[in-house]
């Protein structure tokens, strides 16, 4: 017997005016990529998206049918789609982050070579924003109307020390959010409900510093910082629960015939575990203060070196269930459209807080192909990426309900 998803996404591919939204996708896709290229030249350097890419964000959201748009504190971008029920009444969130990991002096140029096109941050996630801006379009067009309120936003702070601060802003402020999808990451198969946790730490090591050659014999934060990191570099780590370790930013010192007085390194822990997460961090945070202990002990001194540890990401470790009603959805949808579902993706995305805590998320792909992602050399094949929009588009009613079709799986 068919699940209440597969049910749901029969009775929406039976619709005559969600078949109509499905073919103003495919021929809205030109327009789509071109706004892809739009976004991938607005500067979009994490914490400072209200600068540039919050309001050309939001005057996009409006001009695409949004209602009630809106920039709140941190920067996200975000307007509505009401339902029968009112403005308070329960929402489903699609969302794409607005931040890159780029920073604002970042050249930004668009160029066509071979298919596909070449900018940083063409992919993740102009083209994200793009889909969500191509969804909205495709509703208007074929007069959709949800039964839950839909709430479209382009969310601040996801990468890099950004903590994913835009979402967590999102469901303190509007505790009416029920479920979330977060289109990030490329492919039209993606499904991807494996959440990876992340804890982000720089550690600052201090020292007296001095002449390399007529101080020698000082400890040497440098010294320690090396000794420490690597300690780290060669840790066993479990395989599954996948567990990583980077260290991943080291600046520090002023010469090459100067004692360092100072040494920083940025160290990225990722795990599938929560636990295994906390382990990671814990061994980490201890070869940290070993190697302090190392060097002062090796130069025959006690706390002449000093570190700090400054915690700045911590991203909790979530799944959405296999058998849930989302990815169940998810499943139906792909199948619809003749793809094949990836559900072995596991990301790092906007989708592990609201999974973190209990709601129906997952994180859907923007189409096509990304390469060299978080490099200025990225690029993306643009080829059938509109199987990703209408994937969206369905999982969306899918969730939400449309109204005089059927009834909202949330």
């Known amino acids: 017997m068919p699940t209440r998803a597969e049910q749901a996404i029969a009775a929406l591919t039976g619709s005559e005016k969600i078949r109509t939204a499905l073919d103003f996708i495919r021929q809205d896709h030109d327009a789509r990529i071109a706004e892809m290229k739009e976004l991938a030249l607005v500067q979009g350097e994490t914490g400072k998206e209200s600068l540039a890419r919050s309001p050309k964000y939001l005057g996009m959201l409006q001009r695409d049918g949004a209602l009630d748009c809106a920039i709140d504190g941190i920067g996200n971008a975000y307007g509505y789609l009401y339902g029968p029920g009112g403005r308070e009444a329960p929402r489903v969130l699609i969302e794409a982050h607005l931040d890159t990991v780029f920073t604002e002096d970042t050249p930004l140029a668009i160029r066509a070579e071979g298919g596909l096109i070449y900018c940083p941050g063409i992919g993740d996630d102009a083209a994200g924003l793009s889909l969500i801006l191509s969804v909205l379009r495709a509703i208007r067009h074929a007069g959709l109307v949800p039964v839950r309120n839909v709430m479209a936003a382009g969310t601040a702070c996801e990468e890099a020390q950004g903590n994913f601060n835009g979402m967590r802003k999102l469901l303190a402020d509007h505790p009416e959010i029920v479920a979330s999808v977060s289109i990030d990451g490329d492919g039209n198969d993606r499904v991807c409900r494996q959440g990876v946790g992340v804890k982000r730490t720089e550690f600052i090591f201090r020292g007296p510093g001095g002449h390399s050659w007529m101080d020698y014999g000082l400890p040497a934060c440098m010294h320690a910082m090396c000794r420490a990191m690597n300690a780290i570099a060669v840790m066993e780590l479990p395989k599954?629960?996948?567990?990583?370790?980077?260290?991943?930013?080291?600046?520090?010192?002023?010469?090459?015939?100067?004692?360092?007085?100072?040494?920083?390194?940025?160290?990225?822990?990722?795990?599938l575990d929560a636990g295994c997460l906390k382990a990671l961090e814990e061994r980490v945070l201890a070869a940290v203060h070993d190697g302090v202990a190392a060097e002062n002990a090796f130069r025959g001194k006690t706390s002449a070196v000093t570190v700090e540890a400054r915690s700045y990401s911590d991203i909790p470790a979530a799944q959405a269930p296999p058998d849930g009603i989302l990815v169940r959805a998810a499943i139906a949808a792909s199948g619809t459209l003749r793809l094949e579902p990836n559900m072995a993706y596991s990301a790092s995305t906007n989708a592990n807080i609201p999974m973190s805590r209990g709601l129906p998320a997952l994180t859907l792909g923007y189409g096509g192909i990304s390469r060299d992602i978080h490099s200025p050399a990225e690029s993306y094949d643009p080829t059938e990426a509109f199987l990703a929009v209408r994937k969206t588009l369905l999982v969306l009613f899918a969730l939400a309900g449309l109204e005089g079709v059927h009834d909202p799986l949330v």
């Open 240 to 271: 599954a629960p996948k567990t990583t370790v980077n260290i991943g930013v080291v600046g520090g010192g002023t010469s090459v015939g100067a004692i360092a007085t100072e040494a920083r390194v940025h160290v990225d822990m990722r795990s």
